[in-house]
Structures are given as C-alpha cells and as structure tokens.
C-alpha cells in the first residue's frame, strides 16, 4: 500500500514562499508520476502541478510562474515550492501518483494533506 505524508504547510503572507514535501514509501516516486494536489474550502480537489519519471513537468494555469514541482529520487521525495503565494492558495495540499501523466485520475490513497494559509 502507498503511504504519503505530505509537510511544510503553514501560514503566510500574500507575497511569501512555502516549499512542500511529499514522502512517498517504497520508491513509488521513481516508478510513477507524481502530481500535487489541493482543495480549498467548499471547493473539490483540484491538480496543481505534476512531474513525471522523465523530469517534464505540468502546472496549472494559476499557479504557472510561481509553483515549482521537483523530485528528489535518492529521497523518495517530491517537492512543491510555491512563491509569490496568493490567498487563493490557501488549501490543504496533496500529493499522489498517476499513470501516464494522468494527472486528473490520482490513484492512491490521499495523505492527511497539509494546510497552506496564506493571509495577512
């Protein structure tokens, strides 16, 4: 069974930087591609960015220019650096796997998330 544990939420300030973590077991990260997720308040989950086992990498329009999706294999570990952070960012994030960059069907189970705030 995937296990992901998802860290490095917190609250910020419109303009500020978080860089989030996704833990992945086994070596998931370097056997499918990845993608991060969120979901705001009363909204449904959406894709927020993706990278696949050859490095290319996918974003959402709103996050384009801001968020960076990298992976670090040696660490089973895949990260989201999001800068200039807006409040429209404030959700729980996830991560999850997909098959063939299919980023709108994530197949494990989902993490406990971790909350973004971003508020003044």
């Known amino acids: 069974q995937v296990q992901l544990v998802e860290s490095g939420g917190g609250l910020v300030q419109p303009g500020g930087s978080l860089r989030l973590s996704c833990a992945a077991s086994?070596?998931?990260?370097?056997?499918?591609?990845m993608g991060w997720y969120r979901q705001a308040p009363g909204k449904p989950r959406e894709s927020v960015a993706g990278?696949?086992?050859?490095?290319?990498?996918n974003y959402a329009d709103s996050v384009k220019g801001r968020f960076t999706i990298s992976r670090d294999s040696a660490e089973n570990t895949v990260y989201l650096q999001m800068n200039s952070l807006k409040p429209e960012d404030t959700a729980v994030y996830y991560c999850?796997?997909?098959?063939?960059?299919?980023?709108?069907?994530?197949?494990?189970?989902w993490g406990q998330g971790t909350q973004v705030t971003v508020s003044s």
């Open positions: 086994g070596s998931i990260i370097n056997i499918y591609d």
């Open positions: 999850n796997p997909v098959y063939d960059s299919n980023w709108d069907h994530p197949w494990g189970s």
């Open positions: 990278i696949s086992t050859s490095g290319s990498t």
